[in-house]
């Protein structure tokens, strides 16, 4: 099993910022994806930002060049720069990993227990 445990939750103004990060532990001997995915009252989940373990990221199109996604695989963290909040950035945002839990394991999602963005003046 793998536990991960999600900071960075608040309340901003618009234009404001804020650092979401996401700590992965337990039976992890690798993590191919990480990144974070939001859900927004009466919407469904969407994809905000995820990074795999080449380095490759992607972004939800609304959030690109306001967030920024790292991690660090030595740590298994990642992280979430959000600047220039909007208040349709607000929301849930649930991190995500996908690992295995030993080199011949097929891989598996695991998801934080979800942090509340709020974005308003």
């Known amino acids: 099993q793998v536990q991960l445990v999600e900071s960075g939750r608040g309340l901003v103004q618009p234009g404001g910022s804020l650092r979401l990060s996401c700590a992965a532990s337990g039976s992890i001997f690798i993590i191919y994806g990480m990144g974070w995915y939001r859900q927004a009252p009466g919407k469904q989940r969407e994809l905000v930002a995820g990074?795999?373990?080449?380095?490759?990221?992607n972004y939800v199109d609304s959030v690109k060049g306001r967030f920024t996604i790292s991690r660090d695989n030595g740590k298994n963290t990642v992280a979430l720069q959000m600047n220039s909040l909007k208040p349709d950035d607000t929301g849930v945002y649930y991190c995500?990993?996908?690992?295995?839990?030993?080199?011949?394991?097929?891989?598996?999602?695991?998801w934080g227990q979800g942090t509340q963005v709020t974005v308003s003046s």
């Open positions: 990074i795999d373990s080449g380095g490759s990221i």
């Open positions: 995500y990993v996908i690992s295995s839990a030993t080199p011949i394991t097929p891989p598996s999602d695991y």
